[in-house]
């Protein structure tokens, strides 16, 4: 039957009868076109007014269903919401609706981060610009705007979320920053605290200058950066013979460290020499540092590279040195006696001779490695050179006050001339061997983007390898408790694991404090006299209490007087830090799935970016398994980050973003949501216009399968189904793919494989629906009489085949599913309630797919040799052919037996040969077991069905039609009065 049948007509004989209205053409009045951006705002309405989210876990309540609880990741409340958190709201929607749909209680409340730096700075620049200060705003104003600034992006971001047709919990969201979360949070670093893994303790951390703060790692990313390199000479004051009069060559890319060092470190593994220069080299543009005759001490490994650096043209070998025991004078001692102390050589297994010298340079106030092997050695005492604004505290001779950051103006963010002040005294103390220049990884901060630096500071920590005497723990360490939780816990995929061990594995204790204003406080005492916080139940009840009545501001307004309770405030320190924003996301499980009706604890699922490894999946982890003892969740899904179409990253500069509102102002939201299915979201994934378009023409492939079905299904009722012993073979083949793809997107949703619903689904629809299905049956669905067997078990099939793509595809494409249900079945209730209908396994017939799959590959043969036809204008449609098919593989042969080959061809007439077929019939090289004879079809063409045969007419009634449609139009005019055709 041609596609276009609804153009048919009865003849071009004049006075011939009109039969289309004869022929039960598809009717429906589900559009072709969708318009999206239309449409999805009214399917949002009518979710709304029923309460859609809530009417589902009543059902599925009602119904005993098991609980599932999906705990989301705040996202942070500071702008309209990105193609990012379009993809990853998604990704949760279709958590939250497929389990629903796979018959599942699902609880979800959204929620947002809302403390941190970011809101900060706004408010900061908002004061700027109406020529304040922020020190001149009371912490309590300022609070206020943070407070106010973030509720503002919730409203905002909630309504994009909820445009995308993601449901929740919206009424009950929760938020970090309300009174009631800024108690759990801390509570739950009471917790901490009365544990006993909390310390104070003075070390070099990430420092910020530009945001003024400490950084956790989670908070640390790196950038190719250009860094000066110098090569600078420790004089020996202590050593062996050979080593004396000559100097120990260090090489750093942070030369505003050297006013901090106090050690070097060596390794006892590694071979060191006295090296003298020879000579230089010559026709130089400038006069090098070395002369001949200088002692350097290096690795030996390293000489030629060292030398190579100071343009030292021959050189030798004195004797090897044994650095133990070494002390070395400050290269700066010569200019300024505040750097006349011993420097100490210190053996450390950081040190390497892969690169530099095979020594490196020590400031235990700068450095992890450098603070931990001073340790080591017995040293306590930590200098302090750079202040929390990035520059040289005053009393740092020779530079005080110069910048090693600058952190206002347009410069902020860049280095300052510290590094190029103390490279001039180095030169001109005699000390510096050689410069360059270095691009390589440097830290910045995450938020900023701005560089960061080793500092020395005193902070609050959480121990991460202390025994915990605890029932949780069993003496267990914090470490090995999260690491026992991560084997125990499922991941999506399973690479996530190894991630986010291996970050566990090697981090440092937890750093939670933070020199900031907007956040959740460190809200505890801390005794003066002996530096150790008050262990006193009765004293943190008090401040949870006032928190919860007042939100975290309190803590800053009362006095300590107001919480203390007997305790003297004189003796007591109030600890004004604030706790990191990540502990305070770290600690959402304890405000939003413990204490409330209807959810449980831990959650089955949390799902983020893959940067949420070192973010949000770590610090819940460490935060539950220090309060709990496991994680606060069983499974771990991650996706990638989302590129442009060229694989590179998003940015505004360069004007390769894709707006999300553009997006659906244009194409609506389930473009989107097609997309976010269709990808692997598992890796990085990749949008842009063309790839939009792709996903736009395979939404449209979706849609005019749902509509053909509709219109194909009209009037249907249960009074003409078939039963399964009654259906024609195709039937129980499509029958048979509809009970396999059940188990395949059943699967694919329980395992969060998105991919693997859409994919098969378009492919069906394609291949064995449109291209199959409905092909083959169009003519008897057109022109079959309403009780013939065929047309009424072609439309049972398509009605159960409509009764599950509507559900199966309902989570991924919630506005085309829901607008198609309700066009035919207008009051049976929301589609997106509805639960996977139950797929009979008798419904299974191998045997069938394997019949059809022979049949299909002989039907390729077919479809080539009529191509070539058509293309030599012999024919026009395929309803003009009576191909003759030579078969010479009995099991191809066997496979045709019950069908009819010329409506399996879509041809008029077909006939099936045994044998190999004449030498000049058409032959595919796949399929070399099949010849085509494209013969023309005999006969005269059916006005009403257009098939060619060459009983038209033999019904005298109805001359100008084949006996089939002769029977038919001879039923529909006895049903509408009419006399017939003479």
Not at 32 to 43: C, D, F, S, T, V
Not at 81 to 94: M, P
Not at 133 to 151: M, N, P
Request: aromatic share 10%.
């Amino acid at each position: 039957m041609a596609d276009d049948a609804d153009k048919r007509t009865a003849s071009t004989e004049p006075g011939a009868r009109d039969y289309r209205e004869t022929v039960f053409l598809p009717q429906t009045d589900f559009p072709m076109r969708a318009g999206l951006p239309q449409k999805e705002p009214q399917i949002l309405a009518k979710w709304d007014e029923i309460g859609l989210y809530q009417a589902a876990r009543k059902a599925r309540q009602a119904a005993g269903a098991p609980l599932f609880v999906l705990h989301d990741g705040p996202p942070y409340a500071n702008g309209a919401i990105h193609i990012g958190h379009a993809l990853q709201k998604t990704l949760k929607d279709f958590v939250v609706r497929s389990r629903f749909a796979l018959g599942y209680d699902v609880d979800y409340v959204p929620g947002w981060d809302c403390h941190g730096l970011p809101i900060e700075w706004k408010i900061e620049e908002e004061l700027r610009s109406q020529g304040r200060r922020k020190d001149e705003v009371s912490k309590a104003e300022f609070r206020e705007k943070c407070r106010a600034y973030a509720a503002h992006w919730i409203e905002v971001q909630k309504e994009g979320f909820k445009r995308l047709g993601v449901i929740g919990d919206w009424e009950n969201r929760y938020a970090t920053m309300d009174y009631g979360s800024e108690a759990a949070i801390v509570a739950e670093f009471h917790k901490f605290v009365m544990s006993g893994q909390l310390y104070r303790g003075s070390k070099p951390v990430m420092w910020s200058p530009v945001e003024r703060t400490a950084l956790a790692d989670a908070e640390v990313e790196y950038h190719d950066h250009v860094s000066p390199t110098i090569w600078v000479k420790f004089p020996v004051a202590q050593g062996s013979d050979a080593a004396r009069n000559a100097s120990v060559v260090i090489w750093t890319t942070t030369p505003w460290t050297i006013p901090a060092n106090r050690a070097i470190a060596y390794n006892e593994a590694v071979a060191y020499s006295v090296f003298q220069v020879e000579a230089m080299e010559e026709g130089l543009e400038f006069e090098p540092w070395a002369k001949p005759g200088d002692r350097l001490i290096v690795a030996d490994k390293l000489a030629e590279d060292v030398f190579k650096a100071a343009k030292v043209a021959r050189w030798r070998r004195i004797e090897a040195v044994d650095c133990r025991g070494m002390v070395c004078e400050h290269p700066l001692a010569a200019l300024d006696t505040h750097y006349a102390f011993s420097v100490p050589l210190l053996a450390g297994e950081h040190v390497t001779d892969d690169a530099g010298t095979g020594f490196v340079h020590t400031a235990p106030g700068h450095g992890a490695d450098d603070y931990l092997v001073w340790l080591a050695h017995g040293h306590r005492e930590i200098p302090e050179t750079v202040d929390p604004d990035g520059a040289y505290y005053p009393n740092v001779a020779l530079f005080g006050g110069l910048k090693v950051l600058e952190t206002e103006g347009k410069k902020a963010g860049k280095f300052g001339p510290a590094n190029n002040a103390v490279i001039e005294k180095l030169i001109e103390a005699g000390a510096l061997l050689a410069r360059g220049r270095l691009e390589h990884s440097y830290p910045h901060s995450w938020r900023s983007k701005a560089p960061v630096i080793f500092r020395n500071t005193p902070q609050w920590f959480i121990r991460m390898d202390q025994p915990l005497d605890t029932p949780q723990h069993g003496g267990r360490t914090l470490r090995e408790t999260a690491l026992e939780a991560i084997e125990a816990t499922a991941f999506y995929p399973e690479a996530g694991r190894n991630r986010i061990r291996t970050m566990v594995e090697s981090r440092p204790d937890w750093l939670i404090s933070r020199q900031r204003a907007w956040g959740a406080p460190l809200a505890m005492f801390v005794d003066k006299e002996t530096g150790q916080p008050l262990h006193d139940e009765e004293v943190n009840a008090r401040i949870i209490a006032a928190i919860a009545a007042e939100g975290a501001d309190a803590w800053f307004t009362r006095p300590a007087a107001d919480f203390l309770g007997a305790h003297d405030p004189e003796r007591y320190e109030k600890v004004e830090d604030i706790l990191d924003v990540w502990f305070d996301s770290g600690s959402t499980h304890a405000f939003t799935l413990e204490g409330r009706e209807n959810t449980r604890w831990p959650a089955d699922l949390y799902l983020e970016g893959s940067d949420q490894h070192r973010g949000w999946f770590q610090s819940s982890l460490l935060e539950s398994s220090g309060t709990r003892g496991r994680a606060p969740y069983n499974g771990v899904l991650t996706h990638g980050f989302t590129m442009d179409e060229n694989g590179e990253k998003m940015s505004k500069s360069k004007g390769n973003t894709v707006d999300p509102h553009q997006v659906i102002k244009e194409s609506g939201a389930e473009i989107i949501r097609l997309w976010a299915a269709m990808v692997d979201y598992s890796d990085d994934q990749r949008i842009g216009k063309t790839i939009l378009a792709t996903t736009a023409d395979a939404y449209r492939k979706l849609r005019n399968t749902l509509r053909y079905m509709l219109g194909a299904l009209a009037g249907y009722s249960e009074a003409e189904a078939v039963a399964l012993d009654q259906m024609p073979p195709l039937e129980r083949f499509i029958l048979h793919r509809l009970q396999e793809l059940d188990l395949e997107v059943r699967a694919a949703y329980e395992t969060y494989a998105f991919q693997d619903v859409i994919r098969p689904l378009i492919a069906f629809c394609q291949e064995e629906l449109s291209a199959l299905f409905f092909d083959v049956r169009r003519d008897a669905l057109y022109c079959d009489m309403p009780s013939a067997l065929r047309r009424r078990a072609a439309r049972t099939v398509m009605d159960l085949v409509f009764e599950r793509l509507t559900v199966w595809l309902a989570p991924l494409m919630p506005f085309t599913t829901e607008e198609a249900w309700a066009t035919r079945f207008p009051d049976a209730g929301p589609n997106a309630l509805r639960v996977f209908p139950q797929t009979p396994a008798e419904w299974r017939n191998e045997a069938e797919a394997a019949r059809w799959a022979k049949v299909q590959a002989v039907t390729a043969v077919v479809t080539g040799a009529l191509e070539v036809e058509r293309r030599e204008k012999r024919i026009g449609a395929a309803l003009e052919a009576a191909p003759v098919v030579h078969i010479a593989d009995p099991e191809l042969m066997a496979a045709f037996e019950g069908l009819d080959p010329a409506e399996v061809f879509r041809t008029s007439q077909a006939s099936l040969v045994a044998g190999e077929g004449p030498a000049g019939a058409f032959r595919l090289a796949e399929q070399s077991k099949v010849a085509v004879e494209p013969r023309k079809a005999e006969g005269r063409k059916c006005a009403r069905s257009w098939r060619v045969l060459p009983e038209v007419g033999e019904d005298p009634r109805y001359p100008d039609l084949s006996l089939r449609d002769a029977e038919a139009v001879a039923a529909w005019d006895a049903a509408h009065g009419e006399a017939g055709a003479a």
